[in-house]
């Protein structure tokens, strides 16, 4: 039970961060389906660097550095240029996935995956038995995770920063008139964004992990989208949501290790996705609700699609 | 038609736009470029059998790139090809192993029917959730993507797994030789016929039938099309069926072709390229076919390339990136403020 528990921390941190960047992007009006490529990347160059240099923290620097450079294009795509935000979002993506992949391959001639030995401090260790196995063996970005929602908490519903991203998101004509320019509080949300998909990537390589893997975040980034949507793209929402997909994670290695035969570990799997069908479901059916958000979607999607 | 030649160059330029950034990122990795095209060439089309190769690649591609027009025409944001696929290919995989001993022809057009019956079904899902309750159909169809993923895994590793595997990845058993319609090439008479004939029929239901126009109706201005009489929920989810069959049609020719058996995550990427595909081939079906023999050519290129250089096969997948992350831009003449959009549901 212990162990189920402080598993479920580790799967949910970097999930928790990147459905905090997915708020971000979704609060004004992007469906981001570029997270899994950021966080993927963030993965890599915090690994990258780190390995170079021999500090983590410039690691994980140079890879919100990186993250916030490719959300600046990204925004420039689908802003000013006008690309179709799922489309460009998808293909952020695989830009992510295929580039760490090959520059695994071209800068450190490897296939598959690195190890490394510049990894996250962990402030909590040696604790083998009892409750205390929750909380111990985390990296700092687990112990920081929670911080880092209160935080983007207040800014999101207590700043007049987060209220004028509501209203971009929300109506981007009004906010217009208001003397809002729409476009440049997208930009600013995405880079917020695109640096905590660095933070989430470099938990899963150099946090939970002592290696990168060509696709290690294996579908964690559209999770957290996932999460956004189920939290009701509330900052706290989205981390329990986060948590609770961290819990679905940890039941189904667990169920992996002994309850195979009664329960298939696929079908645990399953559970986020089923149910954010439901969650989206039923969120339309509170049409009010659904509309958050949705003009600012609507005004950066293509509509000759 | 100047809007469409329009649309035709800028497409061009896109791509080829992006065929320099990703060749931009190969020389600053120290990899020939000039080697890199002539290896992608030889693999797409000189070589021994890749112009077979190329043909095999773009089949699914196709099925499945064709689906994704039908849905974009309407409208509608159909991004889950992969999981239709897959729920395609898990269907043909259970009829052929499930009736392993009987008529092969008749096996075959079950496992097809079956195949595309769970195809349509895996969109329909998602189609019905749209029309009827306005559910966004872009996260539903990316959700029942994992889903198709995971059901496709649990049928490999599981019930239909073979016991004498030893590869890293599960896989299913093999479906009985008589039951194929290919070698392993993938490519064959019959598939040709099929696939030619599928794209005949969906051109002639997009540009030759009152239902493809409804459709194209639909798809620019569906407030405007109800206004006009039509049962946008009735096209809404045809077009979704008609998606979610091709798909899955996908997923028959590539059990009953070429595949033989099921891997676990076998063709990750081919959901996501056939939209690429569909883009590139500016939603129409015969820029669609070639779309498809261009990018199947590049995916059989990747195959080829580690003969005669050592770049990584995820160059393929960035260059995929590129494209759809380019594809869609739209060249402005000038930099206008667009009028907002009011969502649908407030315009009622």
């Known amino acids: ?305 | 038609m100047t809007g469409g030649l329009q649309r035709l160059a800028s497409t061009i330029v896109l791509v080829g736009f992006s065929f320099l950034l990703t060749a931009l990122v190969l020389w600053t990795s120290g990899y020939g470029v000039g080697d890199v095209f002539s290896g992608t060439i030889q693999g797409a089309i000189t070589a021994t059998g890749a112009a077979t190769s190329t043909v095999r690649w773009a089949i699914p591609l196709l099925l499945i790139g064709l689906g994704v027009v039908i849905g974009f025409r309407a409208g509608f944001f159909n991004i889950g090809g992969q999981g239709q696929f897959y729920m395609g290919a898990c269907a043909a995989l259970v009829v052929s192993l499930g009736w392993r001993g009987g008529p092969a022809t008749l096996v075959i057009l079950c496992g097809t029917a079956a195949a595309i019956i769970a195809g349509s079904a895996w969109s329909l899902l998602p189609g019905y959730l749209r029309v009827r309750f306005g559910t966004d159909e872009v996260l539903t169809t990316l959700m029942m993507n994992f889903i198709g993923a995971l059901v496709l895994q649990y049928l490999t590793a599981g019930p239909m797994r073979n016991p004498s595997g030893t590869g890293q990845t599960a896989a299913s058993e093999r479906i009985p030789e008589a039951f194929r319609i290919t070698d392993s090439s993938g490519v064959s008479a019959t598939v040709l016929l099929l696939v030619g004939g599928v794209a005949v029929l969906v051109w002639l239901l997009l540009e030759r039938t009152r239902f493809g126009l409804t459709m194209t109706l639909v798809g620019r201005n569906p407030t405007m099309a109800r206004w006009q009489g039509i049962d946008v929920r009735r096209v809404g989810l045809v077009t979704f069926g008609l998606s979610g069959a091709l798909a899955g049609l996908a997923g028959a020719v590539e059990l009953h072709g070429p595949g033989a058996r099921l891997v676990t995550g076998f063709s990750p990427e081919v959901g996501f390229t056939a939209v690429v595909v569909a883009l590139v081939g500016l939603l129409s079906v015969w820029g669609t076919v070639v779309a498809a023999i261009f990018f199947g050519g590049l995916q059989s290129a990747i195959l080829f390339l580690p003969i005669v250089t050592d770049l990584p096969p995820p160059a393929l997948v960035l260059l995929h990136g590129m494209v759809a992350f380019l594809v869609t831009v739209k060249f402005r003449s000038a930099r206008r403020r667009r009028a907002p959009l009011v969502p649908e549901a407030l315009a009622d």
């Open chain 1, 1 to 305: 039970m212990e162990q189920i528990l402080a598993t479920t921390l580790r799967s949910a941190a970097p999930l928790v961060l990147v459905a905090t960047a997915g708020v971000f992007a979704f609060r004004a009006g992007i469906f981001h389906l570029g997270l899994e490529g950021l966080m993927i990347t963030g993965a890599f160059t915090t690994v990258a660097v780190g390995e170079a240099t021999g500090s983590v923290e410039l690691g994980i620097l140079a890879a919100v550095g990186a993250c916030m450079a490719l959300s600046a294009v990204y925004w420039w795509v689908i802003g000013p240029l006008g690309a179709n935000v799922i489309i460009a979002g998808l293909g952020l993506t695989s830009i992510g996935l295929g580039g760490t992949a090959f520059a695994l391959g071209a800068i450190f001639d490897l296939r598959g995956s690195m190890f490394t030995d510049v990894v996250l401090p962990r402030p909590v260790r040696g604790i083998t038995s009892g409750p205390g196995v929750i909380i111990a063996e985390h990296s700092i970005l687990v112990w920081l995770t929670p911080l880092i929602v209160l935080a983007a908490w207040v800014v999101l519903r207590r700043s007049r920063f987060g209220l004028r991203l509501a209203a971009v998101g929300e109506y981007p004509f009004a906010a217009r008139t208001a003397g809002v320019n729409p476009s440049v509080m997208r930009l600013k949300a995405l880079l917020i964004a695109g640096a905590l998909c660095a933070l989430g990537g470099a938990e899963l390589s150099v946090g939970a992990l002592h290696n990168f893997t060509e696709n290690m975040t294996n579908g964690r980034g559209f999770i957290a989208f996932v999460a956004v949507i189920f939290g009701a793209w509330h900052p706290i929402g989205a981390a329990l949501a986060g948590l609770f997909f961290g819990l679905a994670d940890a039941i189904g290695i667990q169920s992996q290790i002994n309850i195979t035969e009664r329960v298939p570990r696929e079908f645990v799997l399953m559970i986020p996705f089923v149910l954010t069908i439901f969650a989206v479901w039923v969120g339309g059916l509170w049409r009010r609700r659904s509309l958050e958000a949705e003009a600012g979607y609507a005004e950066l999607r293509e509509p000759d699609y």
